[in-house]
């Protein structure tokens, strides 16, 4: 069966750092696009990078372009996601999906809480 697993959240200053992974199975990752997407409470989930399945293209969202850091290893079935310079507005659930666009993904994983704050 399908599943995403996200690690690595937490609590951090304004300022650190975090390293969010997202450990799949069953299904075959390099045929996958994965996104990463969060939501904070009262907002919409929305997208904040992606990593397409052939040629490891990257998109991020402007709020975290130069700061967040997407990559693949295949070879162990996981998406990670490194998160530098932390804000407080980066406070959110994040979630890895099968797909860039949210509504697209058909398998998600359960979420990982970030909260930063001083």
């Known amino acids: 069966q399908v599943q995403l697993v996200e690690s690595g959240g937490g609590s951090v200053q304004p300022g650190g750092s975090l390293r969010l992974s997202c450990a799949t199975s069953?299904?075959?990752?390099?045929?996958?696009?994965i996104g990463w997407f969060r939501q904070a409470p009262g907002k919409e989930r929305e997208v904040v990078s992606c990593?397409?399945?052939?040629?490891?293209?990257?998109y991020y969202a402007d709020s975290v372009e130069g700061r967040f850091t997407i990559s693949r290893d295949n070879a162990k079935n996981t998406v990670y996601l490194q998160m530098n310079s932390l804000k407080p507005e980066d406070t959110a659930v994040y979630y890895c999906?099968?797909?860039?666009?949210?509504?697209?993904?058909?398998?998600w994983g359960q979420g990982t809480q970030v909260t930063v704050s001083s």
């Open positions: 999906a099968t797909d860039c666009l949210k509504d697209y993904a058909v398998f």
């Open positions: 069953g299904f075959t990752l390099d045929y996958y696009d």
């Open positions: 990593i397409s399945s052939t040629d490891g293209i990257t």
